[in-house]
């Protein structure tokens, strides 16, 4: 593992009904401030302990990321962010990046 967002899942357990993860995309411009594009919510069905690097130290770490559906498929974290960012993109081009926030079920409105 060497790269941005890549990752093993160990291990996966499940969640209570009613959780969901809000995504919301940016993307950031040269010189410009970031800008959200996006935004969306998805089911979550589940904990999943990751195995992942931590790129920018070379270490590898383990963390707990929600498994939440997307595209009728079950996704986690690491993988969404993998899917959709861009964290170095051709000149001219914007920066993409996700941000991914666990909402409880008391929090839903």
């Known amino acids: ?3 941005p967002f890549e990752h093993t899942i160990l291990s996966v357990a499940p969640i ?3 959780f969901q993860v ?3 995309h940016h ?3 040269r ?3 970031e800008r959200t594009v996006e935004t969306a919510y998805y089911p979550v069905i589940g904990w999943a302990v990751v195995k992942c690097d ?3 130290s070379g270490r ?4 707990v990321e929600p498994v939440f559906l997307h595209s009728g498929r079950p996704v986690v974290t690491s993988e969404y962010r993998y899917m959709f960012s861009d964290l170095a993109p051709a000149p001219d081009e914007p920066k993409q990046t996700v941000g991914v926030k666990v909402i ?3 929090e839903i409105r």
Do not use: H, L
């Open 1 to 3: 593992m060497r790269q």
């Open 16 to 18: 209570p009904p009613g």
């Open 22 to 24: 809000k995504v919301t």
């Open 27 to 29: 993307e950031t411009y």
């Open 31 to 33: 010189g410009e401030p």
């Open 54 to 56: 931590d790129w920018s």
């Open 60 to 63: 590898e770490a383990t963390s």
């Open 104 to 106: 409880p079920p008391e």
